[in-house]
């Protein structure tokens, strides 16, 4: 039932506990207590919407940073993670296989913006040996949802 009740939370946490008692066959109040402790125990860390902010105003630039970083003695990437996860800009840090060693997703007004923030923020830090900038063009799935096609207008400008 916990692997259960967990998928259709991140499926919709939107679900009202009366909801998943009933898909489950089970009790509210036994359902609020394991949502309750979960939450307490940080197994669910957060509740979000998705946005696509395409269809808004909102103007936005998305970039996924590679950085090659030296692992600190005795905190391993750990360190150097925290540190980079902890500015605003930041949206995600993965530690990854392969080439590079951290996978840094992070958002800005501007190409600019994220640009300044990569060379005057991420890159001299200490322990950053080479880092590897993409920005995102368009979004067509993330975090499992499908975004719609993009809307352009009579003269074939993205609206």
């Not at 923030?117 to 900038?133: M, N």
């Not at 949802?145 to 009579?154: L, R, T, W």
């Amino acid at each position: 039932m916990d692997k259960k009740l967990l998928e259709m939370l991140e499926h919709d946490g939107r679900l009202s506990t009366k909801q998943i008692a009933m898909m489950l066959e089970k009790e509210e109040g036994d359902i609020k207590k394991i949502i309750e402790e979960y939450e307490k125990s940080g197994v669910i860390l957060g509740y979000k919407a998705i946005v696509d902010w395409d269809k808004t105003d909102r103007e936005y630039a998305t970039a996924l940073i590679e950085l090659k970083v030296t692992p600190q003695y005795n905190r391993g990437f750990d360190a150097i993670a925290e540190r980079i996860y902890n500015y605003p800009e930041v949206q995600s840090v993965y530690l990854m296989s392969g080439s590079y060693d951290l996978c840094v997703i992070l958002e800005g007004k501007t190409i600019r913006e994220v640009a300044l923030f990569v060379a005057q923020r991420l890159a001299p830090l200490e322990a950053v040996q080479s880092t590897a900038t993409h920005f995102v063009l368009r979004k067509y799935k993330d975090k499992g949802v499908i975004y719609g096609p993009a809307n352009f207008d009579e003269r074939g400008n993205l609206n």
